[in-house]
């Protein structure tokens, strides 16, 4: 599950490095062995067997230097050795590998999936779980190869040694020694991080309940409850306390119990060691080196095993972070390119939906059995009341969603059966709320065609009407214009995003409401530059607002997913519908806001029309 994105097979240094910090890791173990030995050897070649000289004594300086070389290989107490810290120098690369690989395919990934599943999302939750399991493959790898596995090994070949080197009595005392002591740190770790939760979950409702008593000050001196607030909050203090004690407790417990089976075994172990020393069992044929040598190989067995309950937490929490990781991987693509699909070759733009029925939900159809047609270079608009299906129209043209029958049609080319890159880089969208990238000006509008010269963009500016006003921001086109273009106002958004647009000069030219956010003084001083961007392009209006569709060749006045009416605003005038009677209710509203603010503006005015018609 892990290796695709641990084994680096398109880097054969990578590679390479992957096998030293293997071999590394063999090395250390070798080490782990000898260190005792040597200390062994040290201790045989300073002791005076029986009928032995003073004299007769040898200085081994090469078991001495050997040892200390030992021991800079392998780290002292508190500090790494040169083995440690070399594996974990190359490992770098081998993490910062896995780090990219996952990132970058979870990154493409969340790009692949549909709308509908990017509008369903919690953002906050999903990078969460995109940060958590990009960091659980080499917390989990880590620990399993630089703890876990070393740890085993080296208690397995400890078992092995003493069998072999000295009796079948000292691998059983290391045995039980070493399987008590991981049972133990196991069990405990888990009644830990259940009082873990519970000392949490504790902790905020004591935080919960002083924070809600707070906001509510008012509320409790109005019933005269101080004390009640009080009483409930140290109630729940206590509460956090007696969790907390818990918490520490088990670890206390552990620690002992954990002292507890290392003094055992290790005083089995001497004891059983000293006793065939000073007897001079003939079958064991132990001496003082054999002892201080058993004494120093469980102790350096036991260290790394203190820290056993962290790693087994930490690897259990990494499990469950890279299932979630795992989970999003396998949110399957709504929207697929079929095998071997060829690129949208556009000659003139022409649109066709043939019958088009879709749904967002299988109990709800939005759109039903729709069919018209846009010849290449003519505007049509899409009008009708809010759920009538405009913007559904938009989406499935630009083939964020697939349709549930019937078809869409460009260019006598079935848009599903083509790329979806080159679909959307024929289309040019200026949609009701643009978002801007949190970067410069320039970077935004460049975004039509990452190509362009700088010359491009200012000349796309111009076109949209926003170079003058670029040039009277401090940065110019330097201006970072905040978090989704927050510093920018909702007519520069707009002008931008049209510039954009007119950058990127696609065949086709989708306007999704993109004036109905702006009061009807903005809007007006940007129809200009959205018919520069519609010129000579078919294009598809979505509007709101009647009154910026009435040149379209067509307008199509949809309801409840169907069509109701098509034809020339005159045409549609002429019909006295559906559409004559929106129009009526737009004109009615309009004259009553033109009304209200000429009121507003002349107050002094209208006081005076009142008084004379009071005489």
């Known amino acids: 599950m892990m290796f695709p994105y641990v084994w680096p097979k398109q880097s054969i240094w990578l590679q390479i490095t992957v096998g030293i910090c293997l071999i590394l890791l063999v090395l250390g173990r070798v080490i782990n062995v000898f260190v005792p030995i040597y200390s062994k050897n040290i201790v045989n070649s300073l002791t005076y067997e029986q009928g032995v000289t003073q004299g007769s004594l040898e200085f081994r300086w090469d078991y001495i230097l050997t040892y200390v070389c030992l021991i800079f ?14 594996n974990s120098l190359l490992w770098i690369k081998v993490q910062q590998y896995s780090t990219r690989t996952i990132q970058m395919k979870l990154f493409t990934h969340l790009h692949n999936l549909s709308l509908r599943w990017h509008l369903g999302r919690k953002t906050g939750e999903m990078l969460r779980v995109v940060d958590r399991g990009t960091n ?22 400890a078992i092995i040694y003493f069998i072999t080197a000295f009796n079948y009595l000292f691998g059983i005392i290391v045995f039980v020694s070493m399987a008590l002591y991981l049972t133990a740190t196991v069990q405990a770790t888990e009644w830990r991080t259940k009082f ?3 000392r949490n979950q504790k902790d905020n409702e004591a935080n919960a309940k002083a924070v ?36 520490n407790a088990i670890f206390n417990l552990l620690s002992l119990i954990q002292n507890v089976i290392n003094t055992v075994g290790l005083a089995s172990g001497s004891l059983l060691c000293a006793w065939a020393v000073t007897n001079g069992v003939s079958d064991l044929q132990l001496n003082v080196g054999d002892y201080v040598l058993f004494g120093t190989y469980l102790s350096q067995l036991y260290g790394p095993l203190n820290s056993l309950g962290n790693t087994y937490r930490m690897i259990q929490q990494a499990f469950i972070d890279m299932e979630n990781m795992f989970d999003l991987l396998e949110q399957g693509l709504e929207v697929k390119d079929v095998p071997g699909a060829p690129e949208l070759f556009v000659k003139g733009g022409e649109i066709e939906f043939k019958n088009v029925t879709f749904s967002y939900e299988p109990e709800k159809q939005i759109l039903k059995g729709v069919s018209f047609k846009v010849p290449a270079g003519q505007t049509y608009a899409l009008v009708g009341h ?26 006598g080319q079935d848009i599903s059966q083509v790329t979806q890159t080159s679909l959307r880089s024929h289309i040019g969208v200026v949609p009701q709320d643009t978002v801007l990238f949190n970067s410069d000006i320039r970077y935004n ?15 796309a500016a111009k076109a949209a009407e926003i170079h003058e006003r670029i040039l009277t921001f401090p940065k110019k086109y330097d201006t970072i214009v905040g978090e989704r273009g927050l510093r920018l106002s909702g007519g520069e958004k707009q002008r931008v995003a049209i510039a954009r647009t007119l950058l990127k000069a696609p065949a086709i030219v989708l306007l999704d409401e993109a004036t109905s956010a ?23 209006i979505v509007a709101h607002r009647l009154s910026t569709i009435i040149h379209a060749h067509q307008i199509i006045v949809l309801n409840e997913g169907q069509i109701l009416e098509m034809g020339t605003h005159a045409d549609l005038l002429a019909k006295d519908g559906y559409y004559a009677d929106m129009w009526k209710q737009q004109l009615i509203k309009q004259e009553e806001e033109t009304s209200v603010a000429t009121n507003e503006t002349n107050p002094e005015k209208e006081g005076k029309g009142g008084r004379t018609r009071k005489h």
């Open 196 to 198: 873990r939760r519970l």
């Open 518 to 540: 702006l009061d009807t003084k903005t809007e007006r001083s940007i129809q200009s530059s959205l018919s520069r961007v519609c010129e000579n392009r078919t294009t598809i």
């Open 136 to 157: 659980s493959i080499n917390t989990l790898l880590s620990y399993i190869l630089f703890q876990v596995l070393p740890t085993i090994a080296d208690i397995v070949i």
């Open 212 to 247: 809600d008593s707070l906001l509510n000050f008012e509320t409790v001196k109005y019933y005269a409850a101080t004390e009640w607030e009080k009483n409930r909050y140290q109630t729940a203090i206590v509460e956090y306390q007696l969790a907390e004690w818990k918490f």
């Open 386 to 411: 809010t759920g009538s299906g405009k913007s559904t129209i938009v989406r499935l043209l630009f083939r964020f969603y697939d349709v549930d029958a019937g078809s869409i049609i460009i260019d």
């Open 73 to 86: 290989l392998k780290g002292g107490t508190g500090t790494s050795g040169l083995v440690s810290n070399l």
């Open 445 to 459: 509008i460049r975004y039509g065609k990452l190509t362009a010269m700088d010359e491009e963009v200012e000349d």
